[in-house]
């Protein structure tokens, strides 16, 4: 059997969480046991989101095969099973490089080179790549119906329909009904909008997915169904929930996966939702918090580090913690440790997370220092890790001004320098240490026992390595190297014995954490956080019963 489609598009504003949205179908599916494989086409012309600043992006999310892709695909992964690769995730500027690349060889025999067919042909041939050996894939089209950029895309969403069947294929549109303060009323004209804006490329929506902050009446959904022509029943109240992991149970007791597999004809078993549920009354309730500060430099757009604040949320679920989560701007610290002893005192645990440039990288400095130096657990993630080697090579090693090549190409002290194999590269677009790469862990230290086992895999994203001619002069100071990649070239994995959890890693865990799997790192790094703020607790209590049981001198006349 040939696989079918899921098209998810979105209307009205961005935003509305579509590749959450196509996530939580994919992970309602499998718990029926269907195979699902899901993609995203980004109509930008970049060929990848790699060379994007977080800014204008979010999160570059990295798959094992080493693609730079969008950050939904870090949802389908956290949602799914599914393989991801560079397959899932196609931009505008990678379809045209193809083509661009087919011309010049002469693949297209003399033809004229057109949108319709060559582009919209390129696009269907993507999808159906992804299509292989799974029951449904679920494609997500980037952008809000109505941009210029999109419709070469939605050209070919149409197409495949008019190609395989109102069986083989689903239009799944999520749309905004915003609830108008100053009328009291939920308003449905930009979902009829909408609508009538794709169904003027051809597409009529079988499912409407409505973002509002409340429960939509029967009367609400009649009127926006007969608007639409669309069935009652497929006018889902997609409503605003607290927590992302709880909308795959929201779907499903608007009978979303009942409807898809109707409207596809499917035969699939009863849906088995039991560790989604037992997540979520976690998420809702946790025995206490854990408060994580993560000091950065993109602190002040979230989304930039999303699979990292993820990560961390599915660590504390582990332990039935709620994760309090600050985001410190590194540059705030630069100051030194009274800055950090002000801002960072009342945190559990501290991470520094990847990033690129030399901005806020003193301010990272101190903050790792203040950990390492008052046994606050410490996470440091690629940056994080290049950082806490040069901290302790100035600090501890006493080489004054050692740092990384990439913030001072003068160093004296070049603890961290350009990957070897990237020197004399210059281009930027995909040119790093990328992907799954396996690393050796050392046996008797921290990152083994945080494991269980001598080889992991791990994802990387990364210019620059740490110089092994450092390497003596370090460890004799007492940092360990407890992960290196099988042939000893890169250090993978640092850490400091003598303090109760401070560790380093060059590749990204937090893109194979899941909240039914959360990643070993965050688990244990949430834990000892917790076991921090417990110790600190009893030692305040214990400070204050012997300040009560504290003789009270009388002054002498
Ligand atoms: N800028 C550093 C490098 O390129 C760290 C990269 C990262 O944190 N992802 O090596």
């Known amino acids: 059997m ?33 195979k699902v494989n899901l993609m995203k086409f980004d109509p930008y012309l970049n060929v990848d989101p790699g060379t994007m600043s977080p800014f204008q992006h979010g999160e570059v999310f990295v798959t094992d095969d080493g693609a730079e892709t969008d950050l939904d695909l870090g949802h389908y992964e956290r949602y799914t099973h599914a393989k991801l690769s560079r397959d899932n995730n196609w931009t505008t500027g990678r379809i045209y490089e193809q083509i661009i690349a087919k011309e010049r060889r002469g693949d297209y025999l003399g033809k004229t080179v057109q949108v319709i067919p060559h582009v919209t042909n390129e696009i269907k041939s993507a999808m159906k790549k992804v299509a292989q050996e799974v029951d449904v894939a679920i494609v997500e089209v980037g952008g809000t119906v109505g941009d210029i950029e999109s419709l070469p895309f939605m050209e070919a969403v149409r197409q495949m329909r008019q190609e395989l069947g109102r069986e083989n294929t689903l239009f799944v549109h999520v749309t905004l009904v915003p609830f108008i303060a100053a009328a009291q009323e939920l308003k449905t004209k930009p979902t009829q909008h909408s609508v009538k804006e794709l169904l003027s490329i051809g597409i009529q929506p079988d499912i409407l997915l409505c973002r509002t902050d409340r429960f939509l009446s029967k009367e609400i959904k009649s009127k926006i169904a007969l608007f639409c022509n669309v069935e009652e029943e497929a006018v889902i109240t997609a409503k605003d929930v607290a927590s992302i992991y709880e909308v795959p149970l929201v779907f499903s007791h608007e009978k979303v996966d009942q409807l898809v597999l109707k409207y596809l004809h499917l035969e699939a078993r009863d849906r088995d939702l039991k560790q989604w549920e037992e997540l979520v009354h ?57 800055a950090c002893h002000e801002q960072l005192r009342d945190y559990d645990g501290i991470l520094v997370p990847g990033g690129f440039g030399k901005r806020g990288i003193e301010g990272m400095l101190q903050a790792i220092r203040y950990s390492r130096e008052n ?61 799954a790469w396996t690393c050796k862990i050392e046996p008797d230290t921290l990152a083994y026992r945080i494991y269980g086992k001598a080889e992991i895999s791990e ?10 001619e450092y390497e003596e002069q370090l460890t004799a100071a007492g940092l360990r190297i407890s992960g290196s990649s099988p042939d000893g070239t890169y250090v993978e994995m640092v850490e400091l014995p003598d303090h109760p959890h401070f560790i380093g890693c060059q590749f990204h865990p937090e893109f194979k954490s899941k909240p039914l799997e959360p990643h070993p790192l965050f688990r244990t790094f949430i834990g000892a956080a917790y076991e921090h703020a417990q110790k600190r607790a009893e030692e305040k209590q214990t400070a204050e019963v012997e300040m009560f049981h504290r003789p009270v001198k009388v002054a002498s006349r």
């Not at 509305?16 to 499998?30: N, P, R, V, Y």
């Not at 994802?459 to 092994?468: L, T």
């Open 282 to 338: 976690r998420v809702y309730n946790p025995k206490a918090d854990v408060h994580i500060a993560i000091v950065g430099k993109y602190v002040e757009y979230e989304d930039s580090y999303k699979s990292l604040k993820e990560a961390l949320v599915h660590g504390a679920l582990a332990h039935n913690l709620k994760l309090r989560l600050s985001w410190v701007e590194a540059e705030g610290l630069e100051a030194g440790q009274e």
């Open 2 to 34: 040939s696989a079918k489609y899921i098209f998810v598009t979105g209307g009205v504003v961005s935003s509305l969480g579509k590749g959450l949205a196509a996530a939580s179908i994919g992970c309602l599916l499998e718990s029926r046991g269907i």
């Open 375 to 435: 046994k606050t657990p410490y996470f440091g993630i690629c940056l994080g890790m290049q950082t806490a080697c040069i901290e302790f090579a100035r600090n501890v090693c006493g080489l004054e001004d050692a740092n990384s090549s990439e913030f001072d190409p003068a160093t004296p002290h070049r603890v961290i320098y350009k990957l070897r194999e990237l020197r004399g590269v210059e281009e930027l677009g995909g040119t790093m240490r990328l992907g």
């Open 459 to 468: 994802r990387h994203r990364h210019r620059y390595e740490f110089n092994r």
